[in-house]
């Protein structure tokens, strides 16, 4: 029978949401709480509470420190306001509940409730705290006034705006009272200066936290009668213990840190400036985030008059901020680095810095604020949820939009406060314990399953928050040129030029009638292009040349917007729209390859179709091209088909690579420039097979008198061509059985001479430069030779730049068995048995010494010249292929076509060290790289750094300098700057490590 009773009460308690029953029974026989546990309404009470449990180990604490316990115990049961509050507290804050624990008679700060005591402000605030004598005395009267304001929020009579705005009072209330007692403490300090206090953040939004750092500015001036310099030596003492009396850790706990690094000049700068000097360093120095942060600058302390003037005089700098050339990129630069700055083990868990998380809501909020608010003066409100109202007022936001990311920012910031509540400690990081989990999600109202229903909720809004976050910037602005759904926003032509202007945009009226080509009309194509483009619009605008991308998206939906898969594969695939955003927007070359072949946008949605195809496929693919050809130049024709798709297909890889995307992180550099030079390799070999066979059957049929090989040098025989390389080979021909000599030599050239004519036909496609210089005797020496007539010219008449210039050659097209010939021919001369006799060394080095001098062009930077230039391409090739000559018949190691596989052989063989090696292939990695993004970015080859701004952004991007933003002014950005410093700086290495071996070694 006693067993059934004890069940019967377990369930009693389960059914109130204890999860521990024997352990509240237990907590019930407290002496003083029999009342308790008899009284039906105060156990229901407790299932209100986020954590029952919780709360009774907090109540059993606060009567158990009562010199008068039933006085407590006789209040709760007298009083339903008192009991909802007090327990509502201890059910969801443990740290507050030791608070109360601490100091027994605080409880009767919930006792009141009044008209006035649901709507506090700061001056009610004030006489809460504001009497305190002394530090200690104001932590106490802090935490007491806060239980008021925690109980209120989690009773549901106070909601998340009311909350934060009088957390942000409290804190104003508090640093006033922390100034007066600073002063009281110094009155000498108090009567040379006047000191106001600027509260910055979610402070001078009165928007803040339970546990947060208070950000403020100090600025003073002297009063009559004191020298500047001792008023600010003064001020900055003031402003030194009002940060110290917040911030410091006591008995009584710490309120919460004051920081002051929003300060010009950071935590590097003066505490404490005069008015004219915050307003020297703004109109000189400021960033552009410094003026978003002043967005929020409200005066909060001291003295009163000096607040406001600095306040009114950065307004007119914080709404101009927009009119900046890198505003936007300036923005969302900072916006990824707060992304990237997350450790990845904290990505899924961050409520606040985290995708769809409250930065993402405060930064779009903040961005539509400063680039409108320039002429809208109803935008300026420094309060998140206050500004996206007016947003919506004045439609620039979507109402259905601006309530959903609205609800979306409530529930976050709800969950953010109660997650601090708990510890009183500053996170923004879902817990991971299940039970705090469930506590959290009772705190929002979620009985039934608590943690399901928290998580369901969370992913359903931070997917609205990154849905809207793309959208809400970026969608207005088609209702400049096309009728939207009702209820969307409604910008005026005026104002969608601004924010395309903002966004980067060189000609916004040319983007505008872009957008109307694309979005106006009712067709299905209209209807998903207008889906398609804000998402579009955000990628471009986070590129170098956002009009560049809006303008291909145009060019490419012409050509393919009636093609049913086309606009299917980007609103179906996310990675294809994304990917040709990037494409696009990044440059010249492969939206000019994509534009003579739009089809080939259907890559960009595969999961494999930007990988490389192998050599052999692409040949086994251009010879039956060639094959079903009617003519010569048809079959070249079919030829540069396959090598246009080709060679889009790996630029835009390449970039995407470069750039990375949310499904494709960025790639290595060193993976990435080895790829890319066996891809081109590869697609010019391809080539030139078709062109050769094309060139054949035109006058012999399937067979030559003549077996013919072509043989790669340079870049192309060692895997290690550029988008603009030329295409440096050898001819080499051996007449079959039967036929003359001479009737062999005849037809080797003339096919040597068709091959060239066909690919150097007139098109409109990146040509392939056929250059057989380097074959024996140079221009004047016969342009095709047999493979003895080779061996005479090598074995008599070879010189040493000769040895240096085979140590690349390989086959690359024609007869296969030949060409490997060719190659054991060739080996004895690259990889001397005896070595590099000191001559022949002393020739390769007078050499180089000519070509620095004759070849660099004139007015070229040689500190940034990739290929000539100062510790450039030509600088590491040459070393290394110094330690080939001479060790190469040793080493077999050596005996590759490709520098940096060499380089690495010399450096595991003990012939270069580990440093100098790094050091080399470093700057060989980025001189190739910046060769690459050049083509890419200009569509025409380039040993040197652009020096038009957009391209030299461009460049950056794709170099990783993501700062080098668009605008004229982009060379002046700190990541183009810091572009070219690096380079110097690591070329400049490169070359001393080169000299030394090169010249002494």
């Keep these: 029978m006693q067993g059934g009773r004890r069940d019967s009460r377990y369930g009693q308690l389960i059914r109130r949401g204890f999860t521990e029953p024997a352990a509240a029974e237990g907590l019930l026989a407290t002496p003083g709480l029999e009342e308790v546990r008899a009284d039906t309404g105060l156990l229901d009470a407790f299932a209100a509470t986020a954590d029952p449990d919780l709360a009774l180990r907090g109540l059993v604490r606060l009567v158990e420190s009562q010199e008068d316990p039933q006085r407590l115990v006789d209040t709760l049961l007298a009083s339903k306001p008192l009991r909802d509050r007090l327990l509502g507290v201890l059910g969801v804050s443990e740290a507050l509940g030791d608070h109360l624990a601490g100091h027994p008679d605080d409880w009767q700060a919930l006792v009141t409730f009044e008209a006035a005591d649901l709507h506090p402000g700061v001056e009610e605030f004030e006489a809460a705290v504001g009497a305190a004598g002394d530090p200690d005395e104001l932590r106490h009267r802090y935490r007491r006034t806060l239980l008021s304001v925690a109980a209120r929020d989690v009773c549901g009579t106070s909601d998340l705006a009311r909350t934060a705005a009088e957390l942000a009072d409290l804190a104003t ?71 110290r009396i917040c911030s410091d850790t006591t008995a009584e706990g710490t309120i919460w840190p004051v920081d002051a690094n929003l300060r010009p000049e950071g935590r590097n700068g003066p505490l404490v400036r005069t008015l004219y000097s915050h307003l020297a360093y703004l109109n000189r120095w400021a960033k552009t985030w410094e003026f978003q942060a002043l967005l929020k600058a409200r005066p909060v302390a001291g003295d009163p008059a000096l607040g406001e003037a600095y306040v009114e005089a950065v307004a007119p700098m914080v709404w101009q901020v927009a009119e900046r050339e890198n505003f936007v990129p300036d923005v969302q630069q900072m916006r990824r680095r707060v992304v990237a700055a997350i450790p990845a083990a904290q990505v899924e868990r ?36 206050a500004a996206l109202d007016a947003l919506a007022v004045g439609g620039y936001v979507g109402r259905r939009d601006a309530a959903e990311l609205e609800s979306a920012y409530r529930f976050l910031r709800t969950m953010e406060h109660r997650i601090q509540l708990h510890k009183m400690r500053r996170t923004h990081l879902m817990p991971e314990a299940e039970e705090d989990q469930r506590r959290l999600g009772r705190s929002l109202g979620y009985r039934s399953e608590p943690v399901t229903e928290l998580h369901k909720a969370w992913r359903r809004h931070a997917a609205a928050v990154r849905r809207l976050h793309e959208k809400l910037f970026y969608r207005p602005l088609l209702d400049a040129v096309a009728q939207l759904e009702v209820g969307e926003a409604r910008l005026s032509p005026r104002a969608a030029r601004q924010r395309l202007e903002a966004l980067g945009y060189a000609d916004p009226a040319g983007a505008l009638r872009h957008l109307e080509a694309l979005a106006s009309g009712v067709s299905r194509k209209s209807a998903i292009q207008r889906t398609l483009l804000p998402v579009l619009l955000g990628w471009f605008a986070d590129s170098s040349d956002p009009d560049a991308g809006l303008l291909g998206f145009r060019k490419v939906s012409d050509a393919l917007g009636n093609t049913p898969w086309y606009l299917r594969l980007l609103r179906d695939e996310g990675a294809a729209a994304e990917n040709l955003a990037r494409v696009l927007s990044a440059g010249r070359f492969a939206p000019d390859l994509l534009l003579r072949a739009p089809e080939a ?109 072509v043989i790669g040098m340079g870049r192309f025989g060692g895997q290690e061509l550029n988008y603009g390389s030329d295409a440096d080979v050898l001819f080499v021909h051996e007449a079959r059985e039967g036929v003359s000599e001479e009737e062999a030599n005849k037809a080797a050239f003339a096919v040597a001479t068709e091959l060239r004519r066909l690919l150097q036909l007139p098109t409109t496609d990146p040509p392939l430069v056929i250059d057989a210089d380097l074959r024996p005797e140079g221009k004047s020496g016969p342009l095709v030779r047999s493979l003895d007539s080779y061996a005479t010219y090598y074995r008599r008449w070879a010189s040493a730049w000769e040895s240096q210039a085979l140590l690349r050659a390989a086959p690359v097209a024609g007869d296969a068995d030949l060409g490997r010939r060719f190659t054991r021919l060739i080996d004895p001369l690259r990889y001397p048995a005896d070595g590099l006799s000191d001559e022949s060394l002393r020739e390769i080095r007078r050499l180089k010494a000519r070509m620095e001098a004759e070849r660099m062009p004139r007015g070229a930077d040689s500190t940034t010249h990739a290929k000539m230039g100062r510790g ?102 700190g990541g183009s700057g810091e572009m070219l410093d690096d380079y110097r700086r690591v070329t400049r290495r490169a070359r001393s490590v080169a000299e030394r071996l090169f010249y002494e070694g």
């Excluded at 640093?175 to 953040?201: F, K, N, T, Y």
């Excluded at 409108?372 to 420094?382: K, N």
């Excluded at 040793?890 to 790094?918: F, M």
Aim: proline content about 4%; charged content about 25%; hydrophobic content about 45%.
């Design 173 to 243: 209330a508090t640093l006033r009272a922390a100034l007066a007692v600073a002063r009281a403490e110094s009155p000498q300090d108090a009567a040379a200066c006047r000191l106001a206090v600027i509260g910055m953040g979610k402070c001078g939004g009165r928007e803040l936290n339970y546990v947060s750092d208070v950000d403020v500015i100090f600025v003073a001036e002297p009063v009559e009668g004191t020298e500047e310099s001792a008023a600010l030596q003064a001020a900055g003492r003031l402003a030194a213990r009002l940060m």
């Design 350 to 385: 961050e409520l606040k810095l985290g995708p769809g998380g409250l930065r993402d809501v405060e930064f779009a909020v903040q961005l539509l604020q400063l680039v409108h608010g320039r002429s809208d003066a109803t935008l300026r409100s420094p309060t998140t949820l």
């Design 601 to 709: 946008v259907a890559l960009l949605g595969d999961e494999h179709g930007l990988l490389p195809r192998s050599r052999e496929a692409l040949t086994q693919e251009v010879l039956a091209a060639v094959g079903r050809a009617e003519d010569a130049e048809s079959a070249v024709a079919a030829a540069r088909g396959v090598r246009r798709r080709e060679l889009f297909r790996t630029a835009a890889g390449d970039l995407i690579g470069a750039y990375g995307t949310e499904e494709l992180p960025a790639e290595e550099p060193s993976q990435a420039v080895d790829r890319i030079g066996t891809a081109l390799t590869d697609i010019n070999s391809a080539t030139v097979a078709g062109a050769l066979r094309a060139a054949v059957r035109s006058q012999w049929g399937d067979e030559l008198p003549t077996r013919f090989a």
């Design 872 to 973: 450039g391409l030509a600088d590491v090739e040459w070393t290394v292929q110094l330690f080939q000559l001479r060790h190469g018949a040793s080493v077999p190691e050596l005996r590759t076509t490709r520098t940096r596989t060499a380089l690495a052989a010399a450096r595991e063989a003990g012939l270069i060290g580990e440093e100098d090696a790094a050091v080399l292939d470093e700057a060989w990695l980025l001189a190739t790289r910046m060769r690459n993004a050049v083509m890419l970015v200009r569509g025409r080859a380039g040993d040197t750094f652009p020096s038009e701004a957009r391209e030299l952004g461009a460049v950056g991007r794709y170099l990783g300098y993501e700062s080098a933003g668009p605008g004229p002014r982009a060379a002046e950005a």
